[in-house]
């Protein structure tokens, strides 16, 4: 079964400052999609950004940029100077190529903002 | 154009009291999907829907839980009688499900539902 973990609960970061967060995950499959959603206290689950298992290119939208390692099960996500709308829970999210499939969620991580 | 739209926002309800839950999709969207989140978790998919029919209601516990999409388009969620475990929010969501093309998920601003 596929699983999808982000081993921290919460980060924090200086305002227009640089943060990195991990999420790890598991699949048998060679096809796949993965990606990072946004949850603002408000509750609307945004999508941020999103990667195909078959490409090489890390995505990137904006400030917002990916490590894709498919090898290592590895898919973090970057965020450049950030800003104090960037405050909410992150969830990494997995999905078989099949448009069927249902997502797999992380636990999520909390990132807090410093001003 | 409007996204998913949810109601109620909150709910407060005794133990064994029934509780409904409303979803419109985005025009249009033929998937509909409930999830429900617990606090510090990320959604459970309860029930996907195509169109108006249930096609993945695995995780759904059947013997409380009930949905329907008579027509195809809005959506409710039933929990009856509701339970002290059941407080989460619930969650809707919607897609345009067109072949093997990638299509997002849009996603309501979710129910929270507190039971005492």
């Known amino acids: 079964a596929q699983t999808v973990t982000q081993s921290q609960p919460e980060m924090s970061v200086q305002e227009a400052e640089t943060v990195t967060l991990s999420c790890t995950y598991d699949?048998?499959?060679?096809?796949?999609?993965l990606f990072w959603y946004k949850q603002p206290p408000s509750r609307q689950m945004i999508l941020v950004i999103r990667?195909?298992?078959?490409k090489q290119q890390n995505a990137t939208e904006n400030r917002f940029s990916v490590n894709f390692q498919k090898a290592a099960k590895s898919f973090s996500l970057k965020i450049s100077d950030s800003q104090l709308g960037d405050a909410a829970m992150y969830f990494c999210a997995y999905r078989r190529m099949d448009s069927n499939y249902q997502l797999i969620w992380g636990a999520g991580t909390k990132l807090i903002i410093k001003p | 154009e409007a996204g998913v739209v949810q109601s109620p926002r909150y709910k407060i309800i005794e133990k064994k009291q029934p509780v409904a839950f409303w979803c419109n999709p985005i025009s249009g969207h033929n998937t509909l999907y409930w999830y429900r989140q617990n606090l510090g978790q990320g959604p459970e998919l309860l029930i996907r829907y195509e169109n108006e029919e249930a096609v993945d209601d695995s995780q759904l516990p059947k013997d409380r839980f009930s949905a329907e999409r008579l027509k195809g388009v809005d959506s409710t969620l039933k929990i009856q009688p509701a339970e002290l475990g059941d407080s989460a929010v619930y969650l809707c969501a919607s897609k345009l499900s067109l072949g093997l093309a990638f299509n997002e998920q849009f996603f309501g601003p979710g129910t929270r539902l507190t039971v005492l």
């Open positions: 699949t048998s499959e060679s096809d796949y999609y």
């Open positions: 990667q195909e298992a078959y």
